[in-house]
């Protein structure tokens, strides 16, 4: 990858195959891991691996194997695998960007988890292994480091990668199972273990001493299924579906205030996550809470884009109604690639986007003309507006409900995960915030003081105007 570096801002510009690297995030012996773009503008989360974890043919072939496994793996619980390439150079595997704390960094900041929260946490994990079992895969490298919490749900990122025969694991011995720091290859059961021992962090504020019951500060109704998870011998514990099945029965009651905060908890590589990069370890006293300001601005700044989108086709109707639409088309595109996980559209996205806006163009085009009627037949009471007025703002009306409208999510979606990008930066977010509420404001005052134009399609306007003249000849 061609690399350079902002000193003053910690910024890393370059790329990784196809990616755009932003910043490094974090360095451990699982490689590097950098917040990115795809080609789409989206955020991602890029790792490259250690020569000496790929080292030949037979393992770049593992790895390549691994990734295609991996991309199986559909959970709400485990940051999607989306693409890597096993034969670059170094390898790299990229995953959904997920933006929140590890595990560890919380607990250090807040303390243990107790109640509810502990019980969310548990189940989300359990739900996530199960997910990757069933896909065929191991995560191998469970721990707090690797457990990003995001809106109090636990979502497991940073797969260990697949080691060669006879190669010692590359995680945190206090997390792994006894045959996997013995020198065996990690099983399903070996990710159980894990599981247990992340858990009885998670509640403690420390790992386990080792195999078999958890401290006595664990909660007596979780005691059970960590002790089995715990267990020495692998085929002695319980597969991760029925960890599921065992942490939903538990009821450890509703949330508590967290325990004073822990501070030998943190293992060392586990102060940065693929979020914001950090420098120095995490703060051992209680941080405040942080303000997520990512979806309710997406969402203000994606409505502010249709309004200025529908008063720019007030203005130029033909124009702006024909923009529109192959806006409209390419959002949906967008939006189709990122429900099905690609990290860039293909041409079955671009096909489905196109039957739907096409399906969608007769509900758009009911709605133009009901307010263009509407505005015209107010000459009953007594209320003249103008036909080319009308037919304008019938053509804006559309236009919103082509985007926006009930039923319509996907362009309204796509343009909200596409502003989501800024909430990490505020400073972006006031800058983007600023320029598209000017417009927006610009485009209004348009509507109302510019008389619109179906340039180049005069002959269309005249159609138009002379028929609604007649409609409100006879209203009269």
Not at 3 to 27: C, D, F, T
Not at 80 to 96: C, F
């Amino acid at each position: 990858m061609r690399k350079s570096m902002n000193q003053r801002s910690g910024e890393l510009i370059g790329r990784i195959g196809p990616y755009r690297a932003l910043a490094r995030v974090r360095a451990d012996r699982t490689g590097v891991v950098y917040r990115g773009t795809d080609p789409a503008g989206r955020d991602v989360a890029i790792r490259e691996l250690p020569p000496e974890l790929v080292a030949g043919d037979a393992e770049r072939r593992r790895l390549a194997e691994e990734i295609a496994v991996l991309r199986r793996v559909l959970s709400p619980h485990a940051a999607d695998v989306l693409d890597g390439d096993a034969h670059a150079e170094p390898p790299y595997v990229v995953t959904r960007y997920v933006p929140g704390r590890s595990l560890a960094t919380a607990v250090a900041g807040k303390g243990p988890l107790r109640g509810a929260a502990l019980r969310r946490l548990a189940l989300g994990l359990a739900r996530a292994l199960t997910a990757v079992h069933e896909a065929g895969a191991v995560h191998r490298d469970l721990r707090p480091g690797t457990v990003l919490m995001v809106g109090g749900e636990p979502v497991v990122a940073d797969f260990g990668p697949v080691p060669a025969p006879g190669a010692a694991g590359v995680g945190e011995p206090a997390y792994q199972a006894p045959e996997v720091v013995a020198g065996e290859i990690a099983t399903a059961a070996s990710d159980v273990y894990a599981w247990a021992a992340t858990v009885v962090f998670a509640a403690t504020g420390r790992p386990p001493a080792g195999a078999g019951a958890p401290p006595e500060e664990v909660p007596e109704p979780l005691r059970p299924v960590l002790t089995a998870a715990l267990a020495p011998e692998a085929t002695a514990r319980p597969a991760a579906s029925a960890l599921v099945e065992a942490v939903a029965a538990v009821d450890l009651g509703p949330p508590e205030e967290p325990a004073a905060p822990v501070v030998q908890a943190a293992p060392r590589d586990d102060t940065d996550v693929p979020a914001v990069p950090r420098s120095g370890r995490p703060s051992p006293t209680p941080t405040a809470p942080r303000v997520e300001l990512g979806p309710a601005w997406s969402r203000l700044l994606a409505a502010l884009t249709v309004v200025l989108v529908a008063a720019a086709v007030i203005v130029v109707p033909a124009a702006g109604a024909a923009a529109a639409v192959l806006g409209a088309v390419v959002l949906r595109t967008l939006d189709s690639a990122a429900a099905r996980g690609a990290a860039s559209p293909g041409p079955g996205d671009a096909g489905r986007a196109l039957l739907r806006t096409a399906l969608t163009l007769p509900y758009a085009a009911a709605v133009a003309v009901a307010v263009t009627v509407a505005l015209v037949a107010m000459v009953a009471v007594d209320v003249h507006a103008a036909p080319l007025w009308a037919c304008a703002w019938g053509a804006g009306a559309g236009v919103a409900a082509l985007w926006a409208a009930p039923g319509i999510g996907a362009p309204r979606r796509q343009l909200e995960r596409m502003f989501a990008r800024l909430a990490p930066d505020p400073r972006r977010i006031v800058l983007v915030g600023t320029a598209l509420g000017a417009l927006a404001f610009l485009t209004v005052v348009g509507t109302v003081s510019l008389t619109p134009s179906f340039a180049p399609l005069y002959g269309l306007q005249n159609t138009l105007v002379a028929a609604l003249e007649r409609l409100q000849n006879a209203l009269s």
